[in-house]
């Protein structure tokens, strides 16, 4: 009631916050507006005022929490091993490759669920095939950067685009659109708790500079 | 991505995939292992980039090399995804093939699906590997054999122009027909790691050992004219994270 929730202190959460719970092209299009930010909030168990990076504590606690949150993304079966593989492509040399790949993933897997969306809720739908090459390539893409259960909807998807089933399709594309959110949500979680342990890192082992 | 000059001694490898993921991913794979790669994002582009041209009434002729093009980027092997718009791999597999100059490129093909009859056609149409995407380190490693293959082969051309130091000119010039010696040129990182029975690359050879590293390429090395090698060597089983169908040249897929 009153206006739409608050403003705490001077941030606004973003797609995160309110409800996790998803309605498909509503929720897609809040995601949408996500991007992977610097932002973090402080957390210090200690009253001290001081954030805890500051005390040279965040980074170990935060690297106990990105372990977490991959662990339980496996166990979840939301990502699989080809997830890992890709962090151990990034190193020195390339060192925001799960970010970079991760983020054009987003953006193509976007495109092709509002281009399936479109094709689904044409009134004489019947480009099947069509719907099945976007499919593909969502497919492909989410299976190459270890999105397990995305990939896994986009084969119930394609089944049924198989069978010309459209009512099996729109099920298919509101859960693939839960799936995909969900998703974006999680990695996005993931990216952040690397950035602070990143700066906390930083504070405890300044870096050389050549 | 740059050009690969001819004098480059790193392996050139070029990728081909529509998806721009998928480019990233093999990117990423083949420089972590210390390759050179260039990608396009499609079987048109690739074929341009070999500096093919094709015949325009398609006959099954070999089409015609640009001389310029080719003596620029010297390319020693394609990896390309079956599924493309357009040229498939498979398509783009048969042209390599079919042309005299480009053939004895070897050409390893990507698909996100397992299908026997693809991949066996894929082989019998001379692909030298068949990955399952989505392609891991591990799968590079199946390449070796190949790598190896054509860096002994480059090497063999590339004997003029490298800068050899005076202790061993005298046995090169003796030893023309032979390879140069691995030790005097950037090593790519996986000839290292390759069990073989030649010495580590790392060592500085004394002349003895140079004598005996071109013996021992001599022995090993019993078709050093034959530019393409048939499929009779078996691949050194690499211990592989997940079980997957293992296709080379020697397989047969029913």
New interface residues.
Partial sequence: MGSGGRLTGNRLQGVVGGRRGCNGAEELARAGACEVTGEWKSRSPVKTGLPLWMLGLGADLLWADMNRLLAFLFHQGVLD??FL??Q??Q?E??PN?VS??VN??FH?SEKLLRNLRGLLMEREFSDYKKMGIHL??L???S????AKRVTNVCLAFRAATEHNNRPGCLRALEMLEHEYCYLKNKLHELFQIEQQRALAAGVRYPVQNN | MGMAAAESQQFHVLAVDD????R??IE??L??SSYQVTTVDSGTKALEFLGLRENDDGTPNTPSVSPNNHQEVEVNMVITDY?MPGMTGYDLLKKIKESSSLRNIPVVIMS?ENVPSRISRCLEEGAEEFFL??V??SDLNRLKPHIMKMSKLKDQDQNQKQVIPEKIENLLEVQKQHQPPPQQQQPPQIQNEYPQPQEEAQVQPTLEQQQQSLQQNNNNNNSNSNKRKSMDQSLSPEPT??TRPRYSGIATVV
């Fill in positions: 091993e080809q593989q890709l151990q492509l190193d040399t390339s490759f970079e790949v054009i993933y193509e593909n390539q497919m492909g893409s299976s190459s950067i270890g | 998806s721009l993921i998928d990233k991913l990423r794979l420089r972590t599924c996100s995407k989505p891991r380190l994270d997940r």
